[in-house]
């Protein structure tokens, strides 16, 4: 059974940074296309990053430049860098598999 794990999330001032985790066991993670969605209130869930085998990844405009999608094949682990939060950032976080498996969300609040 696959699943996923997110953690790191937490409350950050704006301008701070963040590194979400989403461990994944029951798979590897490297054949897999793996993203980060964020959900905030009263939003509907959007793509943040994406990241396919290969390497090549995707990024939403708004936090192009900011945030870094990357994998760690030997943890089997993806991560989310996130740099330079600010308040508009705030949201439940979700690792997504392969657009069927979800992880559990962590919150992600930059406030002052």
């Known amino acids: 059974q696959v699943q996923l794990v997110e953690s790191g999330g937490g409350l950050v001032q704006p301008g701070g940074s963040l590194r979400l985790s989403c461990a994944t066991s029951g798979t590897i993670v490297s054949i897999n296309v793996m993203g980060w969605y964020r959900q905030a209130p009263g939003k509907e869930r959007e793509l943040v990053a994406g990241i396919i085998p290969g390497g090549s990844t995707t990024y939403a405009d708004s936090v192009k430049g900011r945030f870094t999608v990357s994998v760690d094949n030997a943890k089997n682990t993806v991560y989310l860098q996130m740099n330079s939060l600010k308040p508009e950032d705030t949201a439940v976080y979700y690792c997504?598999?392969?657009?069927?498996?979800w992880g559990q969300g962590t919150q992600v609040t930059v406030s002052s």
């Open positions: 997504n598999l392969g657009h069927r498996v």
